[in-house]
C-alpha cells in the first residue's frame, strides 16, 4: 500500500488564500503574529500588502476586519481558534455577526491536535461558541481538498463564515473526481444499515477506519461527513436516523455544543433516536504529541471503535 | 454655515434627544447631549455625506464608538434628512428600526453598527485601513466616551491607527468628566488622555471646547491638515449640556426625564432656540 498522503488543513487554508488573492484584489488577509503557524505567511509572501499584521490583539483583530468588510474588502481574520472564537467571541459576536459583515475567520489550531501546547491552546468550544451566532456558518473540514473548498465556499458565500482548520497533518480522504462541496451539505461516504457515525473534521477519516473495522465484524456502519455544522444538513441526519436507527457523533471538540449537539438539535425534533456523542467529555486537554492525545481521549480510529463496541 | 445656523440645528438636535429619550423612556440622554455640538458639526460641515444616497461609495464614514449615545447620532441623522424627525419618538420602541444601539443594517446614514464599548474604534480603524488599502480620499470619524476609553481594546485598536500612520482617521474623545459610576477620575482614572493618544503616536489636539464651534472647526481643520499620522481630539464637555437640571450629573447618564422633566427640558430648549433667533 502507497504511503497516505497526510496535510494539515492550515496549511491548505494559506495556499487557498493565495488562490483566491489572485483572482480577486478585494481579498485582505488579516493575522495576530502568527502568520508562521496560521499559514497565512504563504499569503503574505505572495500579497505582502493585502496580509496585515494586527500584532498580538485578536479583539481589535475582529474590529478591523469588521470595518475592512464594511468598506467592501472581504477579510479573511486569522488567529488560533482559541484566540479567535474565544478571545474574540464578543467582538466577533457585536462587531460581525450581529450587522451581518462579510468577514471569514480562519481559526487554525483547533481541538486537541494543537499538541505539546496544552490545554491553554487548545479550543474544544470553538463550535458551540460559534453556531450559537445568528447568521454565522460554521465549517470544519476533514481533510486538505475539503479545506481548500472550504475557503472558496465561503468567499462565496455573503455574510459572516468560521473556518476550523487543524494543526496536525491529516490524511486527504477526498481526492476523488467527483468530490463536490457545498454549503450546508453533509456527505456519506460510506452506506451502512446498523447504525450512522456523523463525524466532522479530522474524526472522519478516523471514523472510516472505525467502521470498516466495524465492517470486518459483521457491524454495517454508515458513515457521514458533516463539514459544514451550522447551517446542518438536517435532512441528512434525519434519514440516517431513520435508516439506522443508531447514531454516534464524532468530533475533536467538547460534546457540549458542538457537533453532537447539533445533531441531537435536529434528531429530538424530527427522528428520535438513541445517540452516543464521542468528543472531548467536558474535561480539558493537556500537553503531549497530537497523535497521542487523540488516542488518550478516544478520538482516534481504535477509541471509536471501542466507544462504539461498548455501546451497541 | 454660520456658528449661529450651527447653534440652531445643535438646539433642534439636542431637542430630538430630549424627545426620543422621553418616548422611549429609556436611554442615555447625558453623552448624547454633551455630544450634540459635535454630531452637528460632524454632519453639517466636515463630512463628506449625502443623506439621498447613505451608502455612496466615497462618503466620509462615522462610527460611533460610544454606541450608548445613539440619541444624539439619531437626532442629528434625523436633522440632516436621512429619516424624518418624528420617527425619533419610536427610539427603542418594539418594531422599530431606531434600536436602543446604533444598526447599520437598518438605520440609514448609520455606518457601522455598535454599543459595545471599545469595538466601534477597531471598526474605524478598519475603514481607514480599508481606504488605503485601495487608495480612496475618504475620512473617518469615531466618537468615544471618557469612559470607554478604560476598555483595553481602545488601546489595542490606537496602536495600530498610530502605527500605519492613518491620516485618514480621527479619533474624537468626547471628555465629559462622568461615567455611570461617577467621576471617572475617581472610577478609574484614564486621565491624561492626551499624553496617551501622544505615546500612541497621533497627534492630539487637547482641551478642545466641545460647544465652541469655532474651537470644533479649528480643531477638524487641524485634523485634516495632519499627515502622516493620526489625529485624537480631546473634547472638553459637559455631559448633559443644554438641558440646566442634567448638567454635569452622572445620574443622567442613562435615565430618561420622567413628563414633568420632560416639560422642563424642553421649554428651556425652546427658549434657547428663540434666543439663538434674536442674534
Given amino acids: 500500500m502507497s504511503e497516505v498522503k497526510k496535510i494539515a488543513t492550515r496549511e491548505s487554508y494559506g495556499h487557498a488564500l493565495v488562490e483566491l488573492g489572485k483572482e480577486h484584489e478585494e481579498v485582505v488577509v488579516l493575522d495576530a503574529d502568527l502568520a508562521e503557524a496560521t499559514k497565512t505567511g504563504i499569503f503574505k509572501k505572495e500579497f505582502p500588502e493585502r496580509h496585515i499584521d494586527c500584532g498580538i490583539a485578536e479583539c481589535n483583530m475582529m474590529g478591523i476586519a469588521a470595518g475592512l468588510a464594511a468598506t467592501g474588502k472581504v477579510p479573511f481574520a486569522s488567529s488560533f481558534a482559541m484566540f479567535a472564537a474565544g478571545r474574540a467571541f464578543e467582538q466577533i459576536r457585536n462587531s460581525i455577526g450581529y450587522p451581518h459583515l462579510n468577514v471569514k475567520i480562519g481559526a487554525t489550531h483547533a481541538g486537541i ?29 476533514s481533510d486538505d481538498i475539503e479545506a481548500r473548498a472550504a475557503v472558496k465556499a465561503a468567499y462565496e458565500h455573503q455574510g459572516p463564515v468560521y473556518l476550523r482548520f487543524g494543526r496536525l497533518a ?9 468530490y463536490k462541496f457545498e454549503i450546508g451539505k453533509g456527505v456519506v461516504l460510506k452506506e451502512g444499515t446498523d447504525l450512522t457515525i456523523v463525524a466532522t473534521g479530522l474524526c472522519v477519516n478516523e471514523s472510516l477506519a472505525a467502521a470498516a473495522k466495524l465492517e470486518e465484524e459483521g457491524v454495517h456502519a454508515q458513515v457521514i461527513n458533516i463539514h459544514t455544522i451550522k447551517p ?60 497521542k492525545l487523540l488516542e488518550k481521549y478516544g478520538l482516534d480510529a481504535a477509541g471509536i471503535y471501542a466507544k462504539i463496541k461498548a455501546w451497541l | 454655515m454660520d456658528v449661529i445656523e450651527l447653534k440652531k440645528i445643535a438646539n433642534e438636535v439636542r431637542k430630538g434627544i430630549v424627545t426620543s429619550v422621553h418616548s422611549a423612556k429609556a436611554g442615555h440622554p447625558g453623552g448624547s447631549l454633551s455630544a450634540a455640538d459635535v454630531f452637528t458639526y460632524l454632519y453639517f460641515e466636515e463630512m463628506n455625506i449625502d443623506p439621498a444616497d447613505p451608502k455612496k461609495a466615497d ?5 460611533l464608538s460610544k454606541g450608548h449615545t445613539a440619541p444624539g447620532l439619531y437626532s442629528v441623522l434625523a436633522q440632516r434628512g436621512y429619516f424624518p424627525v418624528e420617527d425619533l419618538k419610536t427610539l427603542r420602541h418594539i418594531g422599530s428600526y431606531l434600536q436602543g444601539h446604533p444598526d447599520m443594517k437598518h438605520i440609514p446614514g448609520v455606518d457601522m453598527s455598535s454599543g459595545s464599548l471599545g469595538q466601534g474604534i477597531s471598526a474605524a480603524v478598519g475603514m481607514a485601513l480599508s481606504a488605503k488599502l485601495s487608495h480612496d480620499d475618504y475620512r473617518v470619524y469615531t466618537l468615544l466616551g471618557d469612559g470607554e476609553i478604560q476598555e483595553g481594546q481602545v488601546w489595542e485598536a490606537s496602536m495600530f491607527a498610530g502605527h500605519r500612520k492613518l491620516d485618514n482617521l480621527v479619533v474624537i474623545v468626547d471628555n465629559n468628566g462622568l461615567q455611570i459610576d461617577g467621576n471617572i477620575a475617581d472610577v478609574c482614572s484614564p486621565y491624561p488622555i492626551d499624553k496617551k493618544f501622544e505615546a500612541f503616536n497621533f497627534h492630539v489636539i487637547a482641551d478642545v471646547d466641545a460647544h465652541d464651534f469655532e474651537a470644533l472647526r479649528a480643531a477638524f481643520k487641524e485634523a485634516r491638515e495632519t499627515k502622516g499620522m493620526p489625529t485624537a481630539i480631546i473634547l472638553k464637555s459637559v455631559k448633559g449640556k443644554g438641558v440646566s437640571f442634567m448638567e454635569n450629573k452622572a445620574g443622567w447618564h442613562g435615565k430618561a426625564p420622567n413628563d414633568e422633566e420632560y416639560a422642563i427640558a424642553m421649554d428651556e430648549l425652546e427658549k434657547a432656540g428663540e434666543a439663538l433667533c434674536q442674534k
Fill in chain 1, 170 to 178: 491529516v490524511p486527504v480522504i477526498n481526492d476523488r473526481p467527483d
Fill in chain 2, 59 to 63: 462618503r466620509d464614514r462615522f462610527v
Fill in chain 1, 232 to 291: 446542518i444538513d438536517a435532512d441528512l441526519i434525519a434519514e440516517a436516523a431513520k435508516k439506522t436507527g443508531k447514531i454516534v457523533t464524532v468530533e475533536e471538540h467538547s460534546v457540549i455544543g458542538g457537533l453532537g449537539s447539533a445533531v441531537c438539535d435536529v434528531l429530538c425534533e424530527r427522528e428520535p433516536v438513541k445517540v452516543l456523542k464521542i468528543g472531548m467529555n467536558d474535561v480539558f486537554g493537556e500537553s503531549g504529541p497530537a497523535v
Fill in chain 1, 113 to 141: 491536535s494543537v499538541g505539546e501546547d496544552g490545554a491553554t491552546h487548545q479550543c474544544n468550544e470553538d463550535i458551540a461558541l460559534m453556531r450559537t451566532i445568528p447568521g454565522m456558518v460554521v465549517i470544519n473540514p
